[in-house]
T-cell receptor, first 113, second 117 residues
Framework: GDSVTQMEGPVTLSEEACLTINCTYTATGYPSLFWYVQYPGEGLQLLLKATKADDKGSNKGFEATYRKETTSFHLEKGSVQVSDSAVYFCALPDPSNTGKLIFGQGTTLQVKP | NAGVTQTPKFRVLKTGQSMTLLCAQDMNHEYMYWYRQDPGMGLRLIHYSVGEGTTAKGEVPDGYNVSRLKKQNFLLGLESAAPSQTSVYFC????????????????FGPGTRLTVL
């Protein structure tokens, strides 16, 4: 079945460092791909998405490109801030057409000043 | 718009007690979901609903019941709480985009932290 695999965390970086969080997927067809972020003590919120191959989603300085050749959707940011400390989830739609999402396990990012 | 709200924010139960978690959304969303989040387990879907009056089981439905009597509300019930149900519970909602299946965004509530002693 469809699935999402994320790199294990935690990831600890210094402020202004470059970030990459790897996400690969297995799916039938070419589904939309999502990154959600969960800040401490809060619910998840959409960070960015891409709805077709080669699309790039971007928001708040984060980017991810939908690569069908490598079935990947890696999250990148050129210069992280302490406020980016959060848990990041990669996701894709469940093929049941019920709006359900298949989430990765989440990657915790801690940014130190 | 308040978005997705959850009541209560925190709750402590004793084993065997019952309770209901309330989720409300004011975005006229068709679909609603209940998840639980546990350390090292990610998010797991408990139950979901694709419309008023309809519910379906998710990945971990045992020990929980749900009801969607009104479009804007989705209730999660624990009939006889167990320590294994200690978790953070999140409700979410979404609106399917006709003709663009799988592109809709899920909007999450702030969570309910439940401890069962």
């Amino acid at each position: 079945g469809d699935s999402v695999t994320q790199m294990e965390g935690p990831v600890t970086l210094s402020e202004e460092a470059c970030l990459t969080i790897n996400c690969t997927y297995t799916a039938t067809g070419y589904p939309s791909l999502f990154w959600y972020v969960q800040y401490p003590g809060e619910g998840l919120q959409l960070l960015l998405k891409a709805t077709k191959a080669d699309d790039k989603g971007s928001n708040k300085g984060f980017e991810a490109t939908y690569r069908k050749e490598t079935t990947s959707f890696h999250l990148e940011k050129g210069s992280v801030q302490v406020s980016d400390s959060a848990v990041y989830f990669c996701a894709l739609p469940d093929p049941s057409n019920t709006g359900k999402l298949i989430f990765g396990q989440g990657t915790t990012l801690q940014v130190k000043p | 718009n308040a978005g997705v709200t959850q009541t209560p924010k925190f709750r402590v139960l004793k084993t065997g007690q019952s309770m209901t978690l309330l989720c409300a959304q004011d975005m006229n969303h068709e679909y609603m979901y209940w998840y639980r989040q546990d350390p090292g387990m990610g998010l797991r879907l408990i139950h979901y609903s694709v419309g008023e009056g309809t519910t379906a089981k998710g990945e971990v439905p045992d020990g929980y019941n749900v009801s969607r009597l009104k479009k804007q509300n989705f209730l999660l019930g624990l009939e006889s709480a167990a320590p294994s149900q200690t978790s953070v519970y999140f409700c979410a909602s979404s609106y399917p985009v006709r003709g663009a299946w799988g592109t809709d965004t899920q909007y999450f509530g702030p969570g309910t932290r439940l401890t069962v002693l």
